[in-house]
Nanobody
Framework: QVQLTESGGGLVQSGGSLRLSCAAT????????IGWFRQAPGKAREAVIC????????YYADSWKGRFSISRDSAKNTVYLQMSNLKPEDTAVYYC???????????????WGQGTQVTVST
Protein backbone atom coordinates (compact mmCIF):
# COMPACT_ATOMS: atom_id res chain seq x y z
CA GLN A 1 0.00 0.00 0.00
CA VAL A 2 1.36 3.39 -1.01
CA GLN A 3 1.70 5.60 2.03
CA LEU A 4 3.46 8.84 2.97
CA THR A 5 4.01 9.81 6.59
CA GLU A 6 5.12 13.28 7.61
CA SER A 7 6.80 14.03 10.93
CA GLY A 8 8.98 16.62 12.59
CA GLY A 9 6.52 19.43 13.05
CA GLY A 10 6.11 21.32 16.27
CA LEU A 11 6.21 24.68 17.97
CA VAL A 12 9.19 26.90 17.20
CA GLN A 13 10.01 30.52 17.85
CA SER A 14 10.27 33.04 15.06
CA GLY A 15 13.72 32.76 13.48
CA GLY A 16 14.05 29.11 14.42
CA SER A 17 14.48 26.00 12.31
CA LEU A 18 12.76 22.69 11.78
CA ARG A 19 13.37 19.67 9.62
CA LEU A 20 10.32 17.79 8.43
CA SER A 21 10.52 14.19 7.27
CA CYS A 22 8.41 12.38 4.71
CA ALA A 23 8.78 8.61 4.94
CA ALA A 24 7.39 6.44 2.18
CA THR A 25 6.14 2.88 2.29
CA UNK A 26 4.84 0.76 -0.53
CA UNK A 27 6.90 2.47 -3.22
CA UNK A 28 10.40 3.80 -3.90
CA UNK A 29 10.64 7.55 -3.38
CA UNK A 30 13.64 8.05 -5.66
CA UNK A 31 11.55 7.06 -8.68
CA UNK A 32 9.19 9.99 -8.22
CA UNK A 33 9.08 13.75 -7.87
CA ILE A 34 8.11 14.52 -4.31
CA GLY A 35 6.86 17.86 -3.13
CA TRP A 36 5.75 19.67 -0.02
CA PHE A 37 2.71 21.86 0.28
CA ARG A 38 1.11 23.57 3.21
CA GLN A 39 -2.28 24.76 4.30
CA ALA A 40 -3.06 27.30 6.96
CA PRO A 41 -6.54 27.66 8.50
CA GLY A 42 -8.84 29.54 6.19
CA LYS A 43 -6.24 29.74 3.44
CA ALA A 44 -5.73 27.98 0.15
CA ARG A 45 -3.22 25.20 -0.18
CA GLU A 46 0.25 26.42 -1.21
CA ALA A 47 2.81 24.35 -3.05
CA VAL A 48 6.16 25.06 -1.39
CA ILE A 49 8.97 23.05 -2.91
CA CYS A 50 9.61 19.89 -4.90
CA UNK A 51 12.44 17.54 -5.77
CA UNK A 52 12.21 15.89 -9.17
CA UNK A 53 13.17 12.35 -10.04
CA UNK A 54 16.47 13.82 -11.27
CA UNK A 55 17.01 15.42 -7.83
CA UNK A 56 16.44 18.94 -9.11
CA UNK A 57 14.82 21.26 -6.58
CA UNK A 58 12.04 23.60 -7.56
CA TYR A 59 10.63 26.35 -5.40
CA TYR A 60 7.06 27.46 -6.00
CA ALA A 61 7.65 30.94 -4.59
CA ASP A 62 10.75 33.14 -4.33
CA SER A 63 9.92 33.89 -0.69
CA TRP A 64 11.04 30.41 0.29
CA LYS A 65 14.39 30.52 -1.48
CA GLY A 66 17.19 30.80 1.04
CA ARG A 67 14.97 29.60 3.87
CA PHE A 68 13.64 26.22 2.73
CA SER A 69 15.45 23.33 1.09
CA ILE A 70 14.55 19.80 0.11
CA SER A 71 16.64 16.66 0.06
CA ARG A 72 16.21 12.95 -0.41
CA ASP A 73 17.78 9.98 1.39
CA SER A 74 17.17 7.02 -0.87
CA ALA A 75 18.56 4.53 1.66
CA LYS A 76 15.87 5.61 4.14
CA ASN A 77 13.22 6.13 1.47
CA THR A 78 12.64 9.55 3.00
CA VAL A 79 12.44 13.15 1.76
CA TYR A 80 13.24 16.06 4.05
CA LEU A 81 12.13 19.66 4.18
CA GLN A 82 14.65 21.83 6.00
CA MET A 83 13.16 25.12 7.11
CA SER A 84 15.11 27.97 8.66
CA ASN A 85 14.44 31.55 9.69
CA LEU A 86 10.83 30.58 10.26
CA LYS A 87 8.19 33.29 10.48
CA PRO A 88 4.75 33.29 12.10
CA GLU A 89 3.19 33.28 8.62
CA ASP A 90 4.82 29.90 8.02
CA THR A 91 2.38 28.41 10.53
CA ALA A 92 0.43 25.70 8.72
CA VAL A 93 -0.04 21.99 8.31
CA TYR A 94 2.71 20.72 6.02
CA TYR A 95 2.11 17.80 3.70
CA CYS A 96 4.38 15.82 1.42
CA UNK A 97 3.06 14.24 -1.71
CA UNK A 98 3.81 12.47 -4.94
CA UNK A 99 3.78 14.98 -7.75
CA UNK A 100 0.90 14.61 -10.16
CA UNK A 101 3.29 14.22 -13.07
CA UNK A 102 5.13 11.43 -11.22
CA UNK A 103 8.68 12.48 -12.18
CA UNK A 104 8.61 16.26 -12.75
CA UNK A 105 7.63 19.10 -10.44
CA UNK A 106 4.25 20.34 -11.59
CA UNK A 107 2.85 21.72 -8.36
CA UNK A 108 0.04 19.19 -8.29
CA UNK A 109 -0.14 16.14 -6.10
CA UNK A 110 -1.65 12.72 -6.68
CA UNK A 111 -1.22 11.35 -3.17
CA TRP A 112 -0.17 12.84 0.16
CA GLY A 113 0.15 12.04 3.82
CA GLN A 114 -1.79 13.18 6.86
CA GLY A 115 0.39 16.23 7.41
CA THR A 116 2.39 17.62 10.31
CA GLN A 117 1.59 20.84 12.15
CA VAL A 118 4.18 23.62 12.23
CA THR A 119 3.50 26.54 14.54
CA VAL A 120 5.81 29.54 14.64
CA SER A 121 5.41 31.85 17.59
CA THR A 122 6.40 35.51 17.73
Amino acid sequence: QVQLTESGGGLVQSGGSLRLSCAATGFTLENYAIGWFRQAPGKAREAVICISKKDESEYYADSWKGRFSISRDSAKNTVYLQMSNLKPEDTAVYYCGIDGSDIYCSGTFSKWGQGTQVTVST
